[in-house]
C-alpha cells in the first residue's frame, strides 16, 4: 500500500522555536492538490545540542511513517510533509463511524417551484451548488469495504473527512501537547490551490478556486452560497455558521421592508399631527449650573423627528417583529433539521476531541472522586469552589452594568457641557440650521459613549477569558459553551446598558422645580437627567444608530484591512518565483479555536439591536440587512483569501447561540412593550386624544400645553413673576395639592401598564401557537430519514446473507460454476441481486 496512489488531502504545518537563534518545525497534513494524503512540517534548526530534551522526546514521539522535507525561503525554516495513506483513512474513519455512500438516492431532490424563472439570476451553477450526487449513507465499516460505492480512494472520502482524520490522529500522538510546549510553532491544512487560478493538475481538486469565484466576490453578493462545496472544503462547522448567516440574512429581508414601511407611513402622517408650539414658551433648565431657560420652539425639528419612528405605525411594527423573531427561529430549525439529513449528521454525537477532558482541568483539580461509570478515581471541581467562582462572575456583570451606565451619563454631561452653555434665555434656539441643542447635545453623547464602548469591549474580552479559566471547565465543549455565555453577557451589559438607560430609567425619576432626584443624593450634584417635551425615544433612536452603524462599520474594517495588512506584512520577503503552496499558507493569519465564536458574537449582538429596540427604530432591520449582505462576503473572501486553512470539524446545530437567541427574543417582546408604553409619547397622547381633548370633537389641539405643568419664579430678565414649565401632570402653585400628581397622570399610568399586558399577551400566544404550529423537522426530511434507516437494515442483511452463500460455495465447490459469483465482482452481483 505504500506505493499506491491515495487520495488528495490537505496540510497541516507547525512551528516551533527554541534554543539561541530558535527552531522551528511545521507539519501539513495531507495537502490537497497532491497525489497523496500528507502533512508537511517546518522546522528550523541551530544544533541538536540546543534542544532541551523533552522537545527531543517529544519529536521522536510524533513519527510519521513517510515525510517529505522542504526549505523555505529564509533558508532556516523547514516544511515536512507527512503522507496519511488509505489505510490510515479507512481505519479512522471505522473508528470514528463516519458516514459514507453505499447507494445513490432515488428521491428527488423537490418539486417543481411556480415561476422558478424569477430565482434563476440569484442561482449558482449546478455543479458549484451539488459538488456530488445525493446518497444514501451509512457508518463507514473497514471490513465491509465492497458494501459502499468506491469507485475512486483517491476521491472517496472528502476533503473535511481527510481534513479531520488526519487532525483525529495528529492529536493522538500529541500534537498539541508539542504545540503547547513549544516544539512547534503551529499546525494547519494547506489550501488545494491558489485562490485565483485553478490547480495546474488538472486530476487535483480546486475547490478554494471555485469558492473564490462563486462565493467570496463581492460581485457575487445577490447570489445564493454554495453551502455544499463550504461544507466539503471546510467541513460542517463552518457550513453551519455560513447556512445561518444567510438565512438570517434572507429572513431580514421582509423586517427591513416592514421596517420601511413603517417608517413611510411616519412621514406621509406627520400632517395629520401638528401641534402649534407658542414662541413665549420658557421652560425650566435641563441642568443646575450650566444650563439656563430656553424656549419651547426649538424643539419643533426635534418633534418631527421623533413623530417618524414615533406613530401609531409603530406599535404594529413592534408587534410583529415579535412575531418575525419566532419565525426566524422555527424555520430555521426546520431548515437546521433539513442540513442534518443532507451532511449526514442525524445520529451526530459531539466529536470525541470535544468530550475530553481539558488538560488545565487535571492539573489544577486537585480533589479527586470516584466516577461510577469507569469506576476510576478522577480530578474533579467541589461544589463550593464552582460557587464562589460563579458568585464572582455575578458581581462582575454587576460592575459592568454600573460602569455602563456611569460611562453614559459622564459621556452627556460632557457633552451638555460643551453645548448648553450658559446664555440668555432669548439666546437659545438652533445651534445649526438642523441642529437643536437637545439633538446635539445626544448626537455628540453618543458618540463619546460608542468610543468608550469599543475600549471597555477590549477589557471586558479578556475578563471573560480570565473568569472563564478560572471556572476551570472540564471538557473543551464546557469550555465553549461557558465562554460564549460570559461574552454575551458581558457585550450584552457593554452595548445595551446606554440603550436601556435611555429607554428605561432617564426622565422618569426627575422630581420636579424645587425638590429635584439626584443620582446619589442632593451632595454628589448629579441630578437626574430629564427628557425634553418631545420625548425621550428620539435620543434612544440616536444612541441605537450610532453604536450599531459603528459597531457594524467597525467590524467590517477591522475583518478585512487587519488580515490584508497583516498577510502583506509576512509575505512581503517572499520570492514569488519560489512561493511554494506551503509557504504561501504560512504566511496566511492563523484561524482559532475561537474564531467562528467572535463571529457569531457580532450577529447575535445585532439581533439584539434589532430586536430589543426595534420599537425606537423600525429602519434598522435594513440597516443590518445591508450589513449582512456585506457581512456574508468579507467573511467568505476572508476565509478563501486571508486565512489558513482550519481544521474541519463537525456541529449539527450552532450551539449555545440557539439558547441564546430564544430569550432574546422573548425578552424583545417586553422591552419592546415598555418601550411603546414608557419611552413612547403614543398613550399620553392617545389618553388626551379620547378622554381630556378640549370640546366635542377629537382633536390633538392644545396637547403639548396640557402635559406640561407650571413653576411660578421671579424671572428679571423676563417678566417680574414668570411661568416657567417643564414635563409632567401636577398641579400649578395655590392648588391645595400644588406639585402633586394629577388625575390625568394616573389614568395615562393605567392605559400604559393596560397597553403592556395587552401586547404581551397578544405577542406571546401567537408567538408559542406559530411555534406550535411549525414542526421543528419537516415531513419530507422524516421520510428520508426512515427510508435510510429501513435500506440500511435491508441492505446490511441481503449483504450480509449473500456473502455467506459465496463462503459456503467456496468452501464445497473447487472451480467456480457459471453463473456464481467471485470475490472481483462480488459487488456487481449484489447489486443486480438486490
Known amino acids: 500500500m505504500g506505493k499506491t496512489k491515495y487520495l488528495s488531502a490537505f496540510g497541516w504545518r507547525m512551528v516551533v522555536r527554541a534554543g539561541c537563534t530558535g527552531w522551528c518545525m511545521s507539519r501539513t497534513a495531507t495537502l490537497l492538490g497532491f497525489s497523496h494524503s500528507t502533512v508537511s512540517c517546518v522546522y528550523q534548526e541551530c544544533s541538536t545540542t540546543q534542544r532541551t530534551s523533552s522537545q527531543l522526546d517529544t519529536m521522536q514521539s510524533f513519527t510519521p511513517p513517510r515525510l517529505h522535507h522542504h526549505l523555505r525561503y529564509d533558508l532556516k525554516t523547514y516544511f515536512l510533509k507527512i503522507h496519511a495513506p488509505w489505510e490510515v483513512l479507512a481505519t479512522y474513519a471505522d473508528v470514528l463511524k463516519i458516514k459514507v455512500p453505499f447507494k445513490e438516492s432515488d428521491i428527488p431532490h423537490g418539486q417543481d417551484v411556480p415561476l422558478e424563472w424569477l430565482s434563476r439570476p440569484f442561482r449558482l451553477p449546478e455543479k458549484v451548488m451539488r459538488p456530488q450526487p445525493d446518497y444514501f449513507t451509512s457508518p463507514f465499516d473497514k471490513d465491509k469495504i465492497d458494501f459502499f460505492l468506491i469507485k475512486n480512494q483517491d476521491t472517496f472520502f472528502p476533503p473535511s473527512t481527510r ?494 447561540w440557539q439558547e441564546i437567541l430564544n430569550v432574546v427574543a422573548i425578552l424583545s417582546v417586553v422591552t419592546n412593550a415598555f418601550i411603546m408604553a414608557f419611552t413612547s409619547d403614543m398613550i399620553p397622547r392617545l389618553v388626551y386624544l379620547y378622554a381630556y381633548h378640549p370640546g366635542s370633537e377629537a382633536t390633538m389641539s392644545g396637547y403639548i400645553n396640557n402635559s406640561l405643568s407650571c413653576m411660578q419664579l421671579l424671572c428679571p430678565n423676563i417678566s417680574p413673576i414668570c411661568c416657567l414649565r417643564y414635563r409632567d401632570y401636577r398641579y400649578p402653585p395655590g392648588h391645595q395639592r400644588q406639585y402633586s400628581h394629577t388625575m390625568q397622570f394616573w389614568h395615562i399610568l393605567a392605559a400604559k401598564l393596560a397597553f403592556i399586558i395587552i401586547m404581551e399577551h397578544v405577542v406571546f400566544v401567537v408567538k408559542f401557537f406559530v411555534a406550535w404550529l411549525i414542526p421543528d423537522v419537516p415531513s419530507e426530511v422524516k421520510a428520508r430519514i426512515k427510508r435510510e434507516r429501513y435500506l440500511i437494515q435491508e441492505y446490511l442483511h441481503n449483504y450480509e446473507v449473500e456473502k455467506l452463500k459465496i463462503q459456503l460455495s467456496q468452501s464445497f465447490i473447487i472451480e467456480p460454476k457459471p453463473g456464481v459469483c467471485t470475490a472481483t465482482d462480488m459487488h456487481d452481483v449484489l447489486s443486480e441481486c438486490l
Open 163 to 656: 481534513n479531520r482524520i488526519v487532525s483525529t490522529e495528529t492529536d493522538k500522538k500529541g500534537i498539541k501537547r508539542l504545540l503547547n510546549n513549544g516544539t512547534y510553532t503551529s499546525a494547519f491544512p494547506l489550501h488545494d490551490c491558489r485562490y485565483w487560478e485553478r490547480n495546474t493538475n488538472e486530476q487535483c481538486e480546486s475547490e478554494r478556486y471555485h469558492l473564490y469565484k462563486n462565493w467570496a466576490r463581492f460581485l457575487c453578493f445577490y447570489k445564493e452560497q454554495p453551502l455544499n462545496l463550504i461544507r466539503k472544503y471546510y467541513g460542517e462547522k463552518i457550513g453551519i455558521y455560513f447556512a445561518w448567516l444567510g438565512f438570517y440574512t434572507e429572513m431580514l429581508f421582509f423586517a427591513a421592508v416592514m421596517g420601511v414601511i413603517c417608517f413611510t407611513y411616519g412621514v406621509l402622517s406627520y400632517d395629520d399631527n401638528l401641534t402649534s408650539i407658542g414662541g413665549s414658551t420658557v421652560m425650566c433648565p435641563l441642568c443646575d449650573k450650566k444650563c439656563s431657560y430656553w424656549k419651547l420652539n426649538s424643539t419643533c425639528l426635534s418633534s418631527w423627528q421623533s413623530h417618524l419612528f414615533d406613530n401609531e405605525g409603530t406599535v404594529f411594527f413592534a408587534m410583529f417583529m415579535g412575531i418575525w423573531v419566532t419565525l426566524f427561529l422555527e424555520f430555521w430549525k426546520r431548515r437546521q433539521a433539513q442540513l442534518e439529513y443532507e451532511w449526514d449528521l442525524v445520529d451526530f454525537e459531539e466529536e470525541q476531541q470535544q468530550l475530553q477532558i481539558r488538560p488545565e482541568f487535571e492539573t489544577k483539580c486537585t480533589d479527586q472522586r470516584l466516577n461510577r461509570i469507569t469506576q476510576e478515581m478522577e480530578p474533579y471541581l467541589p461544589l463550593p469552589k464552582k460557587c464562589g467562582r460563579f458568585c464572582l462572575s455575578g458581581m462582575l456583570l454587576i460592575v459592568a452594568c454600573i460602569t455602563g451606565v456611569i460611562v453614559y451619563r459622564l459621556a452627556v454631561y460632557a457633552a451638555f457641557a460643551s453645548i448648553m452653555k450658559d446664555s440668555p434665555t432669548k439666546k437659545i434656539h438652533l445651534v445649526g440650521s438642523l441642529i437643536t441643542p437637545q439633538l446635539a447635545t445626544s448626537v455628540t453623547a453618543s458618540f463619546i459613549n460608542f468610543i468608550i464602548i469599543m475600549i471597555l469591549n477590549f477589557f471586558y474580552e479578556r475578563v471573560a477569558i480570565w473568569i472563564t479559566d478560572m471556572e476551570i471547565p472540564k471538557t473543551h465543549l464546557e469550555y465553549e459553551n461557558k465562554l460564549t455565555m460570559k461574552m454575551f453577557l458581558f457585550q450584552f451589559v457593554n452595548y445595551y446598558s446606554s440603550c436601556f438607560y435611555v429607554a428605561f430609567f432617564k426622565g422618569k425619576f426627575v422630581g420636579y422645580p424645587g425638590n429635584y432626584t439626584y443620582m446619589f443624593g442632593k451632595y454628589s450634584r448629579l441630578r437626574n437627567e430629564e427628557c425634553d417635551p418631545g420625548g425621550c425615544l428620539i435620543e434612544l433612536t440616536t444612541q441605537l444608530v450610532i453604536v450599531m452603524t459603528g459597531k457594524q462599520v467597525c467590524g467590517n474594517i477591522q475583518e478585512a484591512l487587519l488580515p490584508l495588512l497583516r498577510n502583506w506584512w509576512c509575505s512581503r520577503k517572499a520570492r514569488k518565483d519560489q512561493y511554494s503552496r506551503w509557504e504561501q499558507d504560512h504566511d496566511l493569519q492563523n484561524f482559532s479555536q475561537l474564531g467562528l465564536f467572535y463571529e457569531y458574537l457580532e450577529m447575535v449582538i445585532q439581533f439584539g439591536f434589532i430586536t430589543l429596540f426595534v420599537a425606537s427604530f423600525p429602519l434598522a432591520p435594513l440597516l443590518a440587512l445591508c450589513n449582512n449582505i456585506l457581512e456574508v462576503r468579507v467573511d467568505a473572501w476572508k476565509f478563501t483569501t486571508q486565512f489558513r486553512r482550519p481544521v474541519a470539524a463537525k456541529a449539527h446545530n450552532i450551539g449555545a
